[in-house]
């Protein structure tokens, strides 16, 4: 099992830029991915965004393409996802999970560990 925590949102302003970052720790090896979802009010968690821990391969929905990018130093370090051009659509609780598979890291389902969330608000 391992432990996720968020950590940087906030309120931005549209157009303006936020960066998240997601601790890991407990048995991060065991993962082979780190993912962040994002979920507003009333709708479904949307995979964001998913880096691989083996070799650095990230992967975006197409929302947020040319906008946001995921990164990490290295296996253990802290992942981060830095959001530029923030539009109001971009609002909603962020998650960061660990997970097992690449080809469906999009969905919900193929994540069992989970953080807490942080908010970001995108409003002027």
């Known amino acids: 099992q391992v432990q996720l925590v968020e950590s940087g949102g906030g309120l931005v302003q549209p157009g303006g830029s936020l960066t998240l970052s997601c601790a890991a720790s407990g048995s991060i090896l065991d993962y082979y991915t780190i993912a962040w979802f994002r979920q507003a009010p009333g709708k479904e968690r949307e995979g964001v965004a998913c880096i691989s821990r083996r070799d650095s391969t990230t992967y975006y929905t197409d929302s947020v393409k040319g906008r946001f990018t995921i990164s990490s130093d290295n296996a253990t370090n802290p992942v981060y996802l830095q959001m530029n051009s923030r539009t109001p659509q971009d609002t909603g609780v962020y998650h960061c999970?660990?997970?097992?598979?690449?080809?469906?890291?999009?969905?919900?389902?193929?994540?069992?560990?989970w953080g807490q969330g942080t908010q970001v608000t995108v409003s002027s």
């Open positions: 999970a660990a997970g097992l598979t690449l080809a469906t890291w999009y969905m919900p389902i193929e994540y069992d560990d």
